[in-house]
């Protein structure tokens, strides 16, 4: 039985991490999940069985059924009149570099012709950009795997589905083209092993290292030179008075407090370069690296007892809608406030919630403000 999605193993250096790695030697992602990457989690096991049914929301279903209907298409067309040897679904492979060198992966499908021709596909279920395959660190890679673990094959055209943008990219590898491809992984890997280690009792070489816009996936962004020097470079052109920092100084309180000044500052003008930004798109303005997408916006009840009337008409009652409602604890005391008077009886009733466990508490936040 193979293991859930989320839970295969991943190679120090895997392919999806290659494109980071290219960059920025020093790169070490983050251990964690997120919302986006459940998401995709469950669209992709549910592509992996062909199966919808455990997938959470009408945007959920509707990205399954894209890449199904676009991968259906795709393959009916490379098809022709061959006919399919092989098809395999989350397949695993070991990825043999130059120099010993080695990482390993598992792609979404291969579908082999009787040709000796092949199609892979990777399903991305996210909104960022995706390279082409032509120029994709991860398709290289997987492409290398699949024909060293499959000798008859003469060419892959690897696939990237990506119903979010509305796209699907394409490139088609012949067996030779894998040396070149296999020499630039290979140097990858071969700086992140040098890189990577320097982390536990310091930091890499700073030439190693660059920014980008990746940093805050990086479990080492907090110390990082590169990342720090960038900021002071900014911070310099923005405010000649802010205080001087060491970057390389994160865990001594006295340079942290000149850090935090700096952020704050460095914050509000991020927040207002992007805000400006965004602004300007949505007058007409066209960028040359990024473009304006919209995030889609939420929505919110205005009429609390045209949505009970309305629900009864379903078949769903008050206390149904009651169960799955949030309620504001501050208006709740506005309410009581309001029948009662302000003071010690609004206290007393959320006292009492409390020590019946019907509200409770978040944990305590905090932040710095100046003295």
Avoid at 268 to 284: F, H, L, N, Q
Avoid at 317 to 346: F, H, M, P, R
Wanted: charged share 30%.
């Amino acid at each position: 039985m193979q293991p859930q999605h989320a839970d295969r193993d991943h190679a120090e250096f895997s392919p999806s991490a290659l494109k980071y790695l290219a960059t920025c030697s020093g790169y070490h992602g983050k251990d964690g999940t997120s919302y986006a990457a459940e998401k995709g989690t469950r669209i992709h096991e549910a592509l992996e069985v062909r199966d919808p049914s455990e997938l959470r929301g009408a945007d959920e279903v509707e990205i399954y059924q894209q890449i199904v209907e676009e991968e259906d298409e795709f393959l009916k067309i490379a098809k022709g009149r061959d006919e399919v040897a092989e098809d395999h679904m989350e397949i695993a492979l070991d990825i043999q570099l130059n120099d010993g060198v080695l990482t390993w992966g598992t792609c979404d499908r291969l579908t082999i012709f009787d040709n000796g021709t092949a199609v892979m596909a990777d399903y991305k279920t996210g909104v960022s950009k995706i390279d082409s395959p032509e120029c994709n660190w991860q398709a290289w890679a997987y492409t290398i795997g699949a024909f060293q673990r499959f000798p008859d094959l003469t060419q892959i055209t690897f696939v990237f589905y990506v119903p979010q943008r509305s796209v699907t990219l394409h490139h088609t590898f012949k067996r030779k083209d894998t040396l070149a491809l296999q020499a630039a992984i290979t140097g990858v890997i071969k700086s992140a092993q040098i890189s990577r280690p320097k982390w536990n009792d310091g930091t890499p070489e700073r030439k190693a290292l660059k920014p980008t816009a990746v940093c805050g996936f990086c479990r080492h962004e907090e110390k990082c030179p590169a990342l720090g020097g960038l900021a002071k470079q900014v911070a310099e052109q923005l405010d000649a008075n802010l205080p001087q920092f060491d970057v390389g100084k994160v865990d001594d309180p006295v340079e942290l407090e000149k850090m935090f000044a700096v952020s704050a500052v460095l914050s509000k003008w991020s927040d207002m370069i992007r805000k400006k930004a965004i602004e300007v798109a949505k007058e007409g303005t066209e960028y040359d690296k990024f473009t304006l997408r919209s995030m889609g916006s939420s929505r919110k009840v205005a009429d609390n007892q045209g949505l009970i009337d309305l629900a009864k008409q379903h078949g769903i009652t008050e206390q149904d809608l009651l169960a799955e409602a949030s309620l504001s604890v501050t208006k709740i005391s506005k309410i009581l406030a309001k029948k009662q008077g302000k003071g010690k009886n609004v206290e007393e009733f959320l006292d009492a919630c409390e020590d019946q466990d019907i509200i409770t508490r978040t944990p305590e936040r905090w932040t710095l403000s100046e003295k």
